[in-house]
Every structure is written in structure tokens, then in C-alpha cells.
């Protein structure tokens, strides 16, 4: 019988070291995935500390006017808003809170869309309020000195859904009111 040399194997590598780590890892998540449920380990995430960062800067989109039956006038600047969705129930509907400065003009038109007029505004009667826009955690601030002017308004019914708007316009300076809005659907 020849006598035969054994030739040396190659290394394998780092591909078993690893393939045992991977192993390794998805047991532990296995074991996590039963055992979390059955200890009751919650994971809580801190909340942001503002979420002021939903606002939306600029103007809403004609699909969200739409929806909101609203129309935001030409030429709005300083304009922002947040959407909050409704709780799911059958009385909750989307909002809309929605801040620009407009000309007077602009305002007897986004008033025209709501069925309303500047005439309807009441003068020093600040409708939608600062706790509202602060339970939202929007940075906006409605002054509590100067003209200000508000109005509730029901909006028609479209399809199986009515809406109501509340309005605060502060006309301190007369030729670029601002506008505050909270509108829901």
C-alpha cells in the first residue's frame, strides 16, 4: 500500500465564528418574543417634549381644503397648520387648525367659503382661544390686546358629514389681519 500524504484543510474563516453569533442572536430574540409576554415587561418610549413639529409650515393642500371646505385666499402668507385625526368614534371628526395673514379681502373670502362675512366676525370676541391652540401643542400665540374679532360657523353638509369652524381674526393691524382657525369635519 502507497503511502499516502493527508493534505492539510483549509481554514474555514470567519464564516462559522459568525454563523454561530447569528445563531446566538436569533435564539435570544426567540426567547425575548416568548418571555416579554408572559413576564409582562413593558417598553415605554418617553414623550417628545414638543410636537410642535406637526405643524405643517405653508398652505394646506387643495385636497385638505377641500375636505375641510375652506378656502385659504391668494396671496396667505405666514402660513401654517396641523391635521388632527378624529378618536376613531362615531361623533369625532377630523380637524383642521390653520393660522395665516391675509389682506381684507383675503378675509372676506376664506369667511365667504365658511358661509360667513367680516360683518359676522364679533368684535372682542376671541372664539377660538389660546387654550385650544395650546392643548395641541401649536407655538402659536393669539394676543390678548388689539382688535380681535371672532365667529362660530356651521359648515353645510357634504355628503354624510356637516362641520363647524371657529374663528379668530386679529384685524390689530387692519391691513394684514391674521387669521386663527380650528375647523372640523
Not at 18 to 37: E, N
Not at 70 to 87: E, F, H, I, K, Q
Not at 146 to 151: E, K, P, S, T, V
Not at 152 to 168: F, H, K, L, N
Request: aromatic share 4%; charged share 20%.
Amino acid at each position: 500500500m502507497p503511502h499516502t500524504v493527508r493534505q492539510e484543510r483549509a481554514p474555514r474563516g470567519p464564516a462559522v465564528p459568525l454563523l454561530l453569533a447569528l445563531c446566538g442572536v436569533l435564539v435570544a430574540a426567540a426567547v425575548a418574543m416568548v418571555v416579554w409576554p408572559v413576564v409582562g415587561i413593558t417598553v415605554t418610549v418617553p414623550p417628545t417634549s414638543s410636537s410642535a413639529s406637526a405643524e405643517t409650515r405653508g398652505i394646506p393642500s387643495a385636497a385638505l381644503q377641500k375636505t375641510f371646505r375652506l378656502a385659504v385666499p391668494a396671496g396667505a402668507r405666514d402660513t401654517s397648520y396641523l391635521v388632527v385625526p378624529g378618536d376613531g368614534s362615531a361623533d369625532s371628526g377630523q380637524g383642521l387648525y390653520l393660522r395665516f395673514r391675509t389682506t381684507p379681502e383675503g378675509l372676506e373670502k376664506f369667511l365667504t367659503s365658511l358661509g360667513e362675512t367680516t360683518g359676522d366676525l364679533a368684535a372682542g370676541n376671541v372664539v377660538l382661544e389660546q387654550d385650544d391652540i395650546d392643548s395641541v401643542d401649536l407655538p402659536w400665540k393669539i394676543g390678548t390686546k388689539g382688535r380681535l374679532a371672532g365667529l362660530y360657523a356651521d359648515i353645510p353638509e357634504q355628503g354624510d358629514s356637516a362641520g363647524a369652524a371657529q374663528v379668530t381674526a386679529d384685524e390689530t393691524d387692519a391691513a394684514a389681519p391674521m387669521v386663527y382657525a380650528h375647523v372640523t369635519v
